[in-house]
């Protein structure tokens, strides 16, 4: 008993009155600014760049026929991707998040499984299989196979998050079902569909191995091209493809988003019975499923079994290459996260907008394709610190600019699940703001990072154009070396990297596609 | 036993001023409820006084410390004040017992987060997720959490908002014996008028970030300072009348007036008549008003009659009725008024 008492006067803590500080709050604004200007210097960089080739360059490179060409197969195939995607990613989750689709969960992760597959993986497979296969067509749909589930994660997420109430009172008042799609579901989703559609249009300009084997020329191929004979024409032609990408990140910001993603909905919505249209359902998705997984699988099995005739790599530089993917991959997704959680908290506390602007600056990145970050940072090292060039450092850098965004939404969606409520609370228990970090905010925040984290990890793991650009010489990733067979038309050499990429891709994207779904049970706190 | 004591406190967010000059004191060991309408800077005087907030002047202290005076504050980690925010807020990655003992040195958080449970009525739900609780459990749990660290002091934040109404009172009534029980002094911000006349041994109104009355619940029921406090608690008539000395002539006729050492009024006067100062007749009856029912809210044991005067400037009123008593919307009464009543100078 006496033992009881002497700890309870210990927990009495001291009271000192401290001079206030300028507070944390504030140096985690400060710290987010010089976040954010680290993310746009490649922007500058690229101004200088284009600057110091001179204007006669740029003249010279842009006003000839051959630009006005590119930017036509840019735009015409970016918007045909980008509508296909949609109209796929919308269906599809509907099918999942509002019928009774007989293993649901299962089509889940299999329907989010396609960007675990690296596109020019994708076209490799099908120039390999039908060499006929060139041009728009093939381009169209290839891209479009690899990047719908970028709708439909979000439209699944929106589909889940609106109420349900909404389209049921929508019918007490008379509307049909296909007229409360279009009048009431639709706008409630809106928001997500143009996130999506925006995420596939970026993806698709800065696109570089799928093109080059499906022989389309776009702004990014020409890009890499002239990288390769005369930096100067790269850096003028990356202008008006960094012009372009901004252009669509714009749309992104010019549709108001006035969904109440804020409500939390009172309960389940109910599923659509399928009745006779179950077959006809399951069968278009395992079609779709079919034609971006099994397919592109299907054919690098074969190209391995084939070749056992021939020749298969040396499972020492399988073994390397897949070492270097594997190290320069989570250094990279670990760099995106630790730089993405101070500006994801930066609105943490105080929101005002200042800070809303600060964060949205950072998605900019989205708009800047892997070849020119890598061109800006080639030209940062070579012209401002040459001891940096042909290291692995910069690769990692690269990868942690161009995927920064994709970590930032995952660990923005947890920070609106940690209220700075629960901050107080724990500090008024007596505990020091560290500790209430530790303890508190960043468990809450841990599934975000660890979503965010996998997403970054599998956008790097796949990612081409970059790799190709800043791998330090002699140093062979999965990418860079399926690249480099592939290209010499050694399929069968070719197989067992692009096998290798999707055995690593595979998990976090299972890992990802489950987080999205589980997305419902997470804890809805009401807004302060 | 800590007193709390705040001393003209201002603060603004920005351009808006929240809080003016707001004085209060909360006796050590007895419950203050803060009642105002949403708005009205209460939940900010909590927050100041937890130290989630810095005072823009000033000053507070509790149990004759300095907390804050404008300049410099004591953080709050290191206040010792207990806060049961508004819907709970338990840490939704830790257990019961890990929100309880969250403030706990390591060693003694299994047996006080059994020992508090007991206090609360918890017992045996240690190992639940906040999730997989009612809202009225969670609200238990969060001050049993608020109650670990010893508090000199708990702050609740309109801590039974969102439960139903039964289990708000039953709720009310368990906190307000634990912190009795206990000594603690409490602060208590409501809405609900009748949640802050039930629990607290003072209450303090608070409007447009300012105290306008703060007395014991009954003599601020009985007695208030001004009509605007009248108003703020429980339901009032406020009638026209003409005063001459100790009585005063209104639409419901003769009414005593309480003079309450105010001094002596004559003129014009508002004059305060609660509801169950109001008697209905069924007859005739003189010195009674004529009047219509216009509405009947019924309780069960009595009932609240809206009624409107027929004479002259056709006023309604409230009157408290027996529940027993038969009467239909529309029907004709006659209404007298019992004093003493309060008065103010037009």
Redesign the interface.
Known sequence: MAKLST??V???????????RAGRSCAVAVLGVCIAAFLLSPLALLAIDAHSAGWREIHHVLLRSRSYLLLRHTIVLTLLVAALAAVLGVATAWCTERTRLPARRVWTVLLVLPIAIPDDVVGYAWHSTFPGMSGLAAATLVMTLGTYPLVYLPVAAALRRSDPAMQDTAHSLGVGRMRTFARVTLPLIRTAVMGGCVLVALTTISEYGTFEIVRYQTFTTEVFTEFQFNSRAAAALSVPLVCLALLVLAVDGIVPSRAATRLAPSRAAVRARLGRLVAPTVGALSALVGLAIGFPLAIVLYWMVQSQHTTLPAAATLGQATWNSLIYSVLGASAAVVLALPVALVSFRRVTHPRRMLQNSTYIPLALPGVVIALSLVFFATRYAYGLYQTSFLLIVAYAIMHFPLALVCIRASVAQA?A??A??????????TSVFV??TL??LAPGLLAGFCLVFLFAVTELTATLLLAPIGVQTLATQFWAYQSEVAYGAAAPYALLIIVLAALPAAVLALWFDRGRFQ?Q??PQ | MSTIELCSVCKSFGAVRVLSDVGLTVAGGSITAVLGASGSGKTTMLRLIAGFEQLDRGTIAIGGQLLDDGQRSVRPQQRGVGYVPQDGALFPHLTVAGNVGFGLARGQRVEKARELLGLVGLEGLEHRYPHELSGGQQQRVALARALAIEPSVVLLDEPFSSLDASLRAELGRDVATILRARATTAVLVTHDQSEALALADEIAVLKDGRVLARDSPRSLYRDPPDLLAAGAIGEANILAAEARGERASCALGEVALSTNGRGLLVGTVRLLLRPEQLTLHLELTSGAARARVLELRYHGHDALARLMLEHPDRETVLARVPGEMALERGQEVWVSAGGPAQAWAK
């Open positions: 700890a309870d210990a927990v009495a803590p001291p009271r000192a009155l401290r001079r206030r209220p409520r629960l107080d609370v724990g500090q008024s228990l007596g505990r020091g703001s303890r508190v468990p809450l804890p706190l009401a």
